[in-house]
């Protein structure tokens, strides 16, 4: 067996996929649908793309809009997901966001912020108060549907910045992933053998300006500050990359005590550094 490696930019994120198997020429096919496939979710649902599905469903703030199946899809397992966690995860950022800079020009030039809103669903339309990102879940979605283009292969890797799944070996043996220092990226603070889930990670390290970064703890309009990183482990990356999102906005405490009615395993590293791991979470720390 050979192990066949790519790493292509999409959702503004280097994504690297492994892939070990006997048959090349048919790896390397599936690697190139991978690939398409996190270019499609790209085009269709980045809020930094105009014109495109989801800047359609923005455009008409207010009003009931029809969309498509696979869009109505990830907008309810968001109102879920905020269901679940008390508001902590909210698909209604997008203005906050752009109010701090965060915006498709990566401006970073302060504006007035808008505010949160909120979605409905009825049948197959949707309707919004405010403008809808999907940056929290979509990253975890592109990997869940990149990895099905890969469902011939028992050994495999696709990671996202952090964001992965794995499954099988590499030719040396398990897949092993580190997981990063939440203060400094040359270092590692553990490590965590992966196979058959997947490991997601939220941190403001790579996007921070001023004072302000990417995770908005929606309940408060302002940059969550009560959580240093969260690495979680679940069945599917949608599940862990919008769980890591919703208990890095509840801060530590919070996030401890919910857990345990949430579909993943966690990691919480708090404010001043202290760590939390949750009974069922895999890896050993250093």
Same mark, same amino acid.
């Given at each position: 067996m050979k192990k066949l490696e790519e790493t292509q930019t999409h959702l503004g994120t280097p994504i690297h996929? !492994? /892939?070990v198997a006997y048959d090349e020429d048919k790896a390397q096919r599936a690697i190139r649908?991978?690939?398409?496939? @996190?270019?499609r979710i790209e085009s269709a649902y980045s809020r930094f793309i105009e014109g495109n599905e989801l800047a359609q469903l923005n455009a008409q703030v207010g009003e009931w809009v029809? /969309?498509?199946?696979e869009l109505l899809e990830l907008i309810a397992f968001g109102i879920r997901t905020g269901e679940r966690t008390n508001g902590a995860f909210d698909l209604t950022v997008k203005s906050i966001l752009e109010g701090w800079g965060y915006d498709s020009n990566y401006s970073? !030039?302060?504006?007035?912020?808008g505010q949160i809103g909120t979605v409905e669903i009825d049948g197959i339309k949707v309707r919004a108060s405010a403008e809808i990102d999907l940056g929290g879940l979509?990253?975890?979605?592109?990997?869940?549907r990149m990895v099905n283009q890969l469902a011939d292969f028992q050994n495999v890797m696709v990671n996202a910045g952090g964001d992965l799944f794995a499954r099988g070996q590499d030719e040396n043996g398990p897949w092993k992933v580190a997981l990063e220092h939440p203060t400094d990226l040359k270092k590692g603070i553990g490590v965590v053998e992966v196979n058959g889930f997947s490991v997601g990670a939220s941190s403001p390290l790579r996007r921070q300006w001023r004072n302000r970064h990417h995770l908005v703890n929606p309940q408060e309009s302002?940059? &969550?500050?009560?959580?240093? &990183? /969260?690495? *979680? !482990? @679940?069945p599917a990356a949608l599940i862990a990359? *919008?769980?890591? *999102?919703?208990?890095?906005a509840m801060g530590f405490e919070n996030a401890k005590k919910n857990l345990i009615d949430l579909p993943v395993e966690a990691l919480l590293i708090g404010p001043d550094g202290t760590g939390w791991m949750s009974e069922g979470f895999q890896g050993k720390l250093f």
């Open positions: 996929i !492994q /892939v649908r991978a690939f398409a496939e @996190a270019a029809e /969309v498509d199946d970073l !030039q302060e504006a007035e912020p979509g990253k975890g979605y592109a990997i869940d302002k940059p &969550a500050d009560q959580m240093l &990183a /969260v690495y *979680t !482990q @679940a990359d *919008t769980y890591s *999102t919703a208990l890095f």
